[in-house]
Every structure is written in C-alpha cells, then in structure tokens.
T-cell receptor
Framework: DTAVSQTPKYLVTQMGNDKSIKCEQNLGHDTMYWYKQDSKKFLKIMFS???????INETVPNRFSPKSPDKAHLNLHINSLELGDSAVYFCASSHSGGAETQYFGPGTRLLVL | DQQVKQNSPSLSVQEGRISILNCDYT??????FLWYKKYPAEGPTFLIS?????DKNEDGRFTVFLNKSAKHLSLHIVPSQPGDSAVYFC?????????FGGGTRVLVKP
C-alpha cells in the first residue's frame, strides 16, 4: 500500500525532448509538492499545490509546468530538457498547507544526455 | 544562501553508542523542524519533528533538541544500530515550505 508513488523511477532522455513525471498519493492529503535534489544532494522545493491550486512557485524555469488534475495527483511536465535538468525529482504530500510533516515518494532519477 | 546547514557531512559511530547530529539555521521565521532519514535510491522518510514552542521531543531511540536562541537543533540516536546507517536531513518549515540542510551521512559500525 504505497503512500506516495512516482512514475517512472528512471528516465533517460536526450536534450531538447519533453517529458512528464507522474505522482500520486493515497493518503488523503490536500497538499502536494515537487522537490529537486541536485548533484550536490541539496533538496529544494520547486512547486506546491493545495487542493489543485498552486501555492508555492519557486524560481524555476518556465520550462517546468506542474499540473494537478485532482488533489491526489501532481504531475510535472518539462519542456526542452537541458543537461542541467539531470537530477532526482521527489514528490511529497502533506495533510494541509501549514507546518505539517511531508511524506515523500521514492524519487524519479532523470538523466539528460 | 543556505538557511539550514548541517556542517558535518559524515559521522561514524560504534553500534550501541550515541549518534549526535547537528543542524543550524538562520531564519527566525521557521516554526517547525523535522528530521528525515534517507536510504540510497529511496525517498526521505520522516523520523521526528519538533515545534518551535518546544525544546525537546522524544520518540523511542530518537530525541530532537531545539535551542531557539542559538538557532540550533540536534538529533540524538541512542543506542545506534547498524540499520540506522543512512543520510539524515534536517529540515525547517516556514508555513508549508520546507528548507533542507545538506545532509549528514551516518555509518554505524557493528
């Protein structure tokens, strides 16, 4: 009974391509997040959605577009992939939009060649 | 501009002994602090948290201490077990925005 799941787990693609990563949570949470873990292993927030509405949008290139079809799903679409996009992307969810514990998915390892 | 720092990138400890992990922060608006544990090729797993109105929270072998005046928190694991070998991330929350430290790799030797 996976709480936060992501697909795919690994993604290898060429520069310039467009790709999507999917995230689903079955915890009944209202808020979902995308984080990026770069080569230096820092985890940084990219986006947050609460009940399908964008509430956090950090300084992220507009090639990255999150989409939340419902509160259990938050997908990340990346256009015109660049070498620097190579990283591990983690999805997370929490009960509400306040100071709450966030629960993370297993990560999607993206490699752009 | 790192608002959350874990100055020790690694820590090695003997099984049965205490592991002490440290974390410093600069933003006085942080109101909730968490520790996550991460194994290779997995997502971070929540370990323990503490609200800014408390100075200590204990859960089994794990205790988190918060010193607000020093903007410092620490995680004590006692006794340390080989299964505790992982990377530990400190995180601080302002609203629902989590800011993570760079992590400390812990190796517990049998």
């Amino acid at each position: 009974d996976t709480a936060v799941s992501q697909t795919p787990k690994y993604l290898v693609t060429q520069m310039g391509n467009d790709k999507s990563i999917k995230c689903e949570q079955n915890l009944g949470h209202d808020t979902m997040y995308w984080y990026k873990q770069d080569s230096k292993k820092f985890l940084k927030i990219m986006f947050s959605y609460n009940n399908k509405e964008l509430i956090i949008n950090e300084t992220v290139p507009n090639r990255f577009s999150p989409k939340s079809p419902d509160k259990a799903h938050l997908n990340l679409h990346i256009n015109s992939l660049e070498l620097g996009d190579s990283a591990v992307y983690f999805c997370a969810s929490s009960h509400s939009g306040g100071a709450e514990t966030q629960y993370f998915g297993p990560g999607t390892r993206l490699l752009v060649l | 501009d790192q608002q959350v720092k874990q100055n020790s990138p690694s820590l090695s400890v003997q099984e049965g002994r205490i592991s002490i992990l440290n974390c410093d922060y600069t933003n006085s608006m942080f109101d909730y602090f968490l520790w996550y544990k991460k194994y290779p090729a997995e997502g971070p797993t929540f370990l323990i948290s503490i609200s800014s109105i408390k100075d200590k929270n204990e859960d089994g072998r794990f205790t988190v201490f918060l010193n607000k005046s020093a903007k410092h928190l620490s995680l004590h694991i006692v006794p340390s077990q080989p299964g505790d070998s992982a990377v530990y991330f400190c995180a601080a929350s302002e609203g629902n925005k989590l800011t993570f430290g760079g992590g400390t790799r812990v190796l517990v030797k049998p």
